[in-house]
Nanobody
């Protein structure tokens, strides 16, 4: 059974940092493409970043490039999203996803989803 469990969300002031984690189980992280998405209240879910299983190519949404970084630790079966210089508009529920055919920032490409973790950035 595939399970994705996010953690690391919380309340942070603008300009601060957070690192989100997504623990995978029942899922061959070493051979799968994974991603982070987010959904703000009243808005569509949008892709944040993805990383391919090989050779570890990364792709970022324009708003994330230069501030966020996706990485994975195969030994811990965990994918991370390091978020720096956070802004109030980054407030959203952040989801990890897996099971896409390639590194993709479109949600319909992914088969597996976590339950999400709330990130709130105060001004």
């Amino acid at each position: 059974q595939v399970q994705l469990v996010e953690s690391g969300g919380g309340l942070v002031q603008a300009g601060g940092s957070l690192r989100l984690s997504c623990a995978f189980s029942g899922f061959p992280l070493e051979s799968e493409n994974v991603a982070w998405f987010r959904q703000a209240p009243g808005k569509e879910r949008e892709g944040v970043a993805c990383i391919s299983y090989w050779p570890g190519l990364e792709k970022y949404a324009d708003f994330a490039r230069g501030r966020f970084a996706i990485s994975k630790d195969l030994s811990n079966k965990t994918v991370y999203l390091q978020m720096n210089e956070l802004k109030p508009e980054d407030t959203a529920v952040y989801y990890c996803a897996g099971g896409a055919l390639q590194c993709d920032l479109r949600q319909h490409a992914y088969q597996y989803w976590g339950q999400g973790t709330q990130v709130t950035v105060s001004s």
